[in-house]
């Protein structure tokens, strides 16, 4: 059984860092491990402009602990006003690095969010023009579409329809759910990415509902049956390229969660790679798990691939689940994947 690994150093490709003392928390679990990740803007106000993504990058910057090598990739949160000229200067300025849309409705803070995809269009012919990423939260809102059919429904009516009005826009299909999600992904060609979470990797919907509400595993978009978790599976531990690792490790604090009206976000990110290490072992392809959370993502971005290296290490007692987060106002619950995990980052 092999006991060691070592691999090019990671990156997060979807990641929730939050602001204030939440941030200051949360940040060194994802810069101990990760060399960049890319940071959402859902922020309460969003991360509307360039000059917004420029604030919000310092007091990310500010709050990285000494030692740690970290460099947060900044996204814009579209809206029906963004000015496409500020986009293009903040990405050739090096201070955005893609675009998000969240259709208004869909999930946390996506209230500003995106009412009539067309609107938009101005500014993706921008982004096609300069090859700047488009990030999409692809579930439809629509109140008589039945939520575990949100995805599925947004490739045919949205994203179908925006592929062929932009052939050559990059776009990644952010945190996807379904089987339907990933035969799209491997029907297009490599301007169409995919995200996929750990915890999306693990569960499926029982994990929510049997036994009572679970609110630690509700999460947007909601985890589907299990022959699409198979079929994430399968895509991400085949090497694919199209498909990288977007944690959308999302902190809220417990008491939010354990309400009559929970909100929706898991916190993976402190032993998300050690999981992962575990879903490649279960499925004999621990050599593709370089290509999923170190390799697929900067090739996709266009950006260097990390030149630092990473080893985990397999015990053969497995670990306890990391601590829960303590804040001021109250804990952020670690992800807990029910499954035994026997690996660890290694800290040498
Ligand atoms: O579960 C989620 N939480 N999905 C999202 O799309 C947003 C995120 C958050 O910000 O909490
Ligand atoms: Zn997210």
């Given at each position: 059984m092999q006991t060691k690994l070592t691999i090019i150093s990671p990156d997060d490709w979807h990641l929730h860092l939050r602001n204030g003392e939440v941030l200051s928390k949360v940040l060194p679990f994802t810069s101990r491990h990760f060399q960049r990740a890319i940071v959402m803007p859902n922020l309460q106000p969003p991360v509307l402009c360039a000059a917004d993504a420029n604030i919000?990058?310092?007091e990310i910057v500010a709050a990285i602990p000494d030692g740690h090598n970290f460099t947060p990739l900044m996204v814009l949160y579209l809206t029906e006003q963004t000015d496409p000229e500020d986009v293009r200067k903040g990405f050739l300025a090096g201070e955005l690095v893609a675009v998000k849309l969240y259709p208004a409705g869909a999930t946390t803070n996506s209230d500003a969010g995106v009412k009539d995809i067309e609107k938009i269009y101005p500014v993706l012919e921008v982004m096609q023009e300069i090859g700047m990423p488009f990030l999409v939260h692809g579930e439809v809102v629509d109140a008589d579409v039945d939520i575990f059919d949100r995805e599925a429904v947004f490739i045919d009516q949205k994203l179908i329809p925006i592929r062929q009005r932009f052939p050559n826009l990059k776009i990644v299909f952010e945190h996807i759910t379904t089987k339907d999600g990933v035969d799209y992904v491997k029907s297009c060609n490599e301007n169409t990415a995919a995200t996929v979470?750990?915890?999306h990797l693990v569960i499926n919907r029982n994990a929510m509902l049997v036994g009572g509400i679970q609110p630690h595993y509700y999460c947007l978009p909601v985890a589907k049956r299990e022959l699409h978790r198979l079929a994430l599976v399968q895509a991400v531990t085949s090497g694919d390229k199209r498909f990288f690792l977007g944690t959308d490790s999302a902190p809220h604090l417990a008491q939010y969660k354990e309400s009559s009206c929970g909100c929706a976000g898991i916190f993976n990110v402190a032993n998300t790679l050690p999981i992962l290490a575990q879903v490649f072992e279960r499925e004999n392809t621990l050599e593709n798990l370089e290509k999923f959370v170190s390799l697929n993502g900067p090739l996709f971005y266009n950006l260097p691939v990390n030149t630092g290296t990473m080893t985990l290490l397999r015990s053969e007692t497995p670990h306890a689940l990391?601590?829960?987060?303590?804040?001021?106002?109250?804990?952020?619950?670690?992800?807990?994947?029910?499954?035994?995990?026997?690996?660890?980052?290694?800290?040498?």
């Open positions: 919000y990058r310092d979470t750990t915890h990391p601590d829960d987060v303590v804040t001021n106002d109250g804990v952020i619950k670690v992800f807990d994947p029910k499954m035994a995990i026997h690996w660890r980052v290694s800290q040498a």
